[in-house]
């Protein structure tokens, strides 16, 4: 996009943006055989939001990047809001094939007509040129309008899948494990009360050493807040926790996480 952003007035010369339309948040970043992948909410019929599909855009320095078809488009039925993209890299899920993993998108499904949320899955085994929806979807789904944004890693530890979503107007992010991809089993839930009346949105959940050093591991839930920010606005909370879990009957919303005990492969 660097040679088309020089010749447009309005147009960032750092920062991807598509060759037309509306666009929002990046959704799936990964690092996969040589490539940054960057997919991202988009509109590809439109300026104004609608239509909720996922752009596409690939790289191999974050500089200059190539537009690809967007990977998923929005349906009658299905319109693809924000969620996260791995590398099923042992087949968990049966979506590759031996010495062809897939790329596994795991999406929010916001059903147009009724407005209901649920945490969905595409794949593909193609470098992500190509992506297929899941037959059995949505894998998770809790009756919710305000289900959301689930971001999806691969807990070696303890052999499993980590999912955290948002029941956003309840300010909660709910963690899930898995050891497919395909069937979810709840955990806990996290909220804190630190900007009253805020939605939350597109959480992150990782593990990370003290200093350096692998055995003082806290993990790090984070979580955005609209409003919330210091100026105003949107911005972003974090809180951080261990893996021990807490004292029985300590209440939600302390300040602090626990990483979910999983059952190994």
Known sequence: ?????????????????????????PNGLIWYDGEYHLFFQHNPSGNDWGNMSWGHAVSRDLLDWE?????????????VYSGSVVLDRENTSGLGSPGSPALVAVYTSMH???????????????RGRTWRRYGGNPVLDIGSHEFRDPKVSWDAGRG?????????????VRIHRSPDLVSWEHLSDFTAVVVPGA??????????PVDGDPTRVRWVLVVSVN????????????????????PSGRPAGTGSTTAPTCTPR
């Open 199 to 208: 939605l939350w949105e597109c959480p992150d959940l990782f593990p990370l």
């Open 1 to 25: 996009m660097a040679e088309q952003a020089a010749d447009e007035a309005y147009r960032p010369s750092f920062h991807f943006t598509p060759r037309r339309h509306w666009m929002n948040d």
């Open 112 to 126: 147009p007509v009724t407005g209901r949320q649920a945490q969905s899955l595409a794949s593909s085994v193609d």
């Open 227 to 246: 409003p919330g920010a210091v100026a105003g606005g949107s911005g972003t909370l974090y809180f951080v926790g261990s893996s021990t879990a807490p």
């Open 160 to 172: 499993c899948w980590l999912m955290v979503t948002v029941l956003a107007e309840q300010a909660t």
């Open 67 to 79: 537009e690809l078809s967007p990977a998923l488009t929005a349906t009658a039925d299905e319109h």
